[in-house]
């Protein structure tokens, strides 16, 4: 994790912005990552404000990957229990968010306007 933004923005936005400085949305793929960043946003408490972020997730053929095409395993390890049951019944419109009520993996619409975590290449 770089930088987390704290301007809420939609998830394209949240791209470009990341992209500006050389990044990418924070790509989160493996079980070691995501126990690192579930440990950082949980230590944070109240700050930066508790809040879903855009993290690099997208649908793409049945399964969802970062911008770099990496793959997101479908395991509990990632995402809430109800979206994993339903991991493969993607909607174009949705992204991948940060939950911050758990802290694991969910999906909203890309034109909600959330903070967003950035990752250098």
């Given at each position: 994790?770089?930088?987390?933004?704290?301007?809420?923005?939609?998830?394209?936005?949240?791209?470009?912005?990341?992209?500006?400085?050389?990044?990418?949305?924070?790509r989160i793929t493996t079980v070691p990552k995501m126990q690192l960043f579930q440990y950082?946003?949980?230590?944070?408490?109240?700050?930066?404000?508790?809040?879903?972020?855009?993290?690099?997730?997208?649908p793409q053929g049945g399964q969802w990957v970062t911008e770099l095409n990496e793959v997101?395993?479908?395991?509990?390890?990632?995402?809430?229990?109800?979206?994993?049951?339903?991991?493969?019944?993607?909607?174009?419109?949705?992204?991948?968010?940060?939950?911050?009520?758990?802290?694991?993996?969910?999906?909203?619409?890309?034109?909600?306007?959330?903070?967003?975590?950035?990752?250098?290449?």
């Amino acid at each position: 994790m770089d930088r987390v933004v704290q301007t809420r923005m939609n998830f394209t936005a949240a791209q470009d912005n990341c992209a500006a400085d050389g990044a990418t949305l924070a790509r989160i793929t493996t079980v070691p990552k995501m126990q690192l960043f579930q440990y950082i946003l949980r230590s944070w408490g109240g700050n930066p404000e508790l809040s879903d972020h855009w993290i690099s997730g997208l649908p793409q053929g049945g399964q969802w990957v970062t911008e770099l095409n990496e793959v997101i395993p479908p395991t509990r390890d990632f995402w809430l229990p109800q979206i994993l049951s339903a991991y493969s019944n993607q909607e174009p419109e949705l992204r991948v968010v940060m939950f911050y009520m758990s802290f694991f993996f969910n999906r909203l619409h890309y034109s909600e306007g959330l903070f967003s975590i950035c990752e250098k290449l």
